[in-house]
C-alpha cells in the first residue's frame, strides 16, 4: 500500500528534561506540551537517600547534569530544563545560575531550572507576595523561603506535609487542604512545589476558589522551556498560561496591575535590597488533611475535566 501521499511525520520541536532519578509524573508534563513539540526525558542516576536536602544537593551536581545534558543532546533539544524545585533551590539564587551555567556549557544550548522558571513566572505575573505549598520536610521548605527570600519574593504563608519518599502518590485533596491554608493572608499567588507532586487538573480549580494565580513546579517549568523556543503551553484556564484567566477569577485578587518599576525603571523581581525580604520566622505544623474549611463565599470553581463534581474523589 502507498503511503507517500500522508507526507509525514510533521516536523517536531524538541525539549529536553533532565529529571531525579524518581520523578514519577512523565504523563503531567506532556499534559501542558502542544502537539508539535516532544519531550525528551533523561534521569539521574539513583542515590539511596530519601528527599531530603542532602537529596537536593546531590542530584543538581554538575557533573551530574553535564552528562544528562550530553545524552539528551543525541536527539538534538533546542533547550534544556532541570525539572526538579527542590534541587535547583538548595544552592540559593547563585546556586540555580550556576547550574543553568554548566548545562548550557555542556550541551551548547539554552537551560533553565524550576526554581529560576518560578522567579520567571512571578515576574510574568507581577507577584511579590507569595504562598507556599510543598510535600516536603520543614528543612527544606525552609530551604524553598530562603531562595525566594533572597530573589526579593514575600513569603506570606505556607504549609506543607513533610514526606519523605513517593510524592507523586498525594492526592489533590491534600493539595487543596494546605493550599486554603496556606493563603490566609492574601499574597498575591500560590505556589506549589516539588515537580513529583501533581497539580495540573487542580490549577483551575484553585484559582477559581482562591481568587489568585496559582502557579506549581511543573507548570512553571514547562511554561519557561517553551517560551524559550517561542511556542505556548497548553492548559485548561490557567492564569500563567492564559490572558484570559487573568481577567477571570484569578484577577480579583490583590495583584498590582504592573509590577512596581525599579529605581532603574525595569520591573519584575530584583535583588532582596529593592524587595520585601522573607516573611517573620514561623514553626507551622505539618498540614493536616482532615476537616475542609469553608470554601470563598460565592466562589463556584469549575469541575475536573472527569468528574462534574468538582474536586476528584478521594
Known amino acids: 500500500m502507498d503511503?507517500?501521499?500522508?507526507?509525514?511525520?510533521?516536523?517536531?520541536?524538541?525539549?529536553?528534561?533532565?529529571?531525579?532519578?524518581?520523578?514519577?509524573l512523565d504523563r503531567e508534563l506532556w499534559r501542558w506540551i502542544p502537539d508539535d513539540v516532544s519531550l525528551h526525558l533523561t534521569r539521574t542516576p539513583f542515590v539511596p537517600?530519601?528527599?531530603?536536602?542532602?537529596?537536593?544537593?546531590?542530584?543538581?551536581?554538575?557533573?551530574?547534569l553535564r552528562e544528562a545534558v550530553q545524552a539528551l543532546c543525541a536527539v538534538a533539544p533546542e533547550v534544556v530544563a532541570y525539572a526538579c524545585t527542590s534541587g535547583s533551590f538548595v544552592g540559593g539564587t547563585a546556586g540555580e545560575r550556576a547550574m543553568c551555567a554548566a548545562m548550557e556549557i555542556s550541551g551548547e544550548i539554552p537551560s533553565l531550572t524550576t526554581s529560576g522558571a518560578l522567579l520567571e513566572a512571578l515576574e510574568e505575573l507581577g507577584a511579590r507576595r507569595v504562598a507556599v505549598v510543598t510535600p516536603y520536610t520543614r528543612s527544606v521548605t525552609d530551604s524553598l523561603e530562603a531562595f525566594l527570600?533572597?530573589?526579593?519574593?514575600?513569603?506570606?504563608?505556607?504549609?506543607?506535609?513533610?514526606?519523605?519518599?513517593?510524592?507523586?502518590?498525594?492526592?489533590?485533596?491534600?493539595?487543596?487542604?494546605?493550599?486554603r491554608e496556606a493563603v490566609a493572608d492574601a499574597p498575591d499567588a500560590l505556589?506549589?512545589?516539588?515537580?513529583?507532586?501533581?497539580?495540573?487538573?487542580?490549577?483551575?480549580?484553585?484559582?477559581?476558589?482562591?481568587?489568585?494565580?496559582v502557579l506549581s513546579a511543573n507548570q512553571v517549568t514547562v511554561w519557561s522551556a517553551l517560551r524559550r523556543i517561542g511556542k505556548e503551553a497548553v492548559g485548561p484556564y490557567q492564569a500563567l498560561l492564559d490572558p484570559v484567566a487573568r481577567r477571570g477569577p484569578a484577577s480579583m485578587s490583590s495583584l498590582p496591575s504592573q509590577p512596581p518599576a525599579h529605581p532603574d525603571g525595569a520591573t519584575g523581581l530584583g535583588s532582596s535590597a529593592e524587595l520585601p525580604g522573607p516573611a517573620a520566622e514561623r514553626e507551622p505544623e505539618p498540614a493536616v488533611t482532615g476537616a475542609e474549611p469553608e470554601a470563598v463565599e460565592g466562589a463556584e470553581p469549575p469541575p475536573f475535566p472527569d468528574d462534574p463534581g468538582g474536586l476528584p474523589p478521594l
Not at 49 to 63: G, P, T, Y
Open 49 to 64: 537517600v530519601e528527599v531530603s536536602l542532602d537529596l537536593a544537593r546531590l542530584v543538581s551536581e554538575h557533573e551530574t
Open 191 to 213: 505556589f506549589i512545589s516539588c515537580t513529583n507532586l501533581p497539580t495540573y487538573d487542580v490549577i483551575p480549580q484553585l484559582e477559581a476558589e482562591l481568587r489568585m494565580p
Open 149 to 179: 527570600g533572597e530573589a526579593g519574593a514575600e513569603v506570606t504563608g505556607r504549609s506543607y506535609l513533610g514526606l519523605t519518599r513517593e510524592i507523586w502518590r498525594v492526592p489533590y485533596r491534600d493539595v487543596v487542604d494546605m493550599a
Open 3 to 24: 503511503v507517500s501521499f500522508l507526507g509525514g511525520p510533521h516536523p517536531q520541536r524538541g525539549v529536553g528534561v533532565v529529571a531525579p532519578f524518581d520523578f514519577a
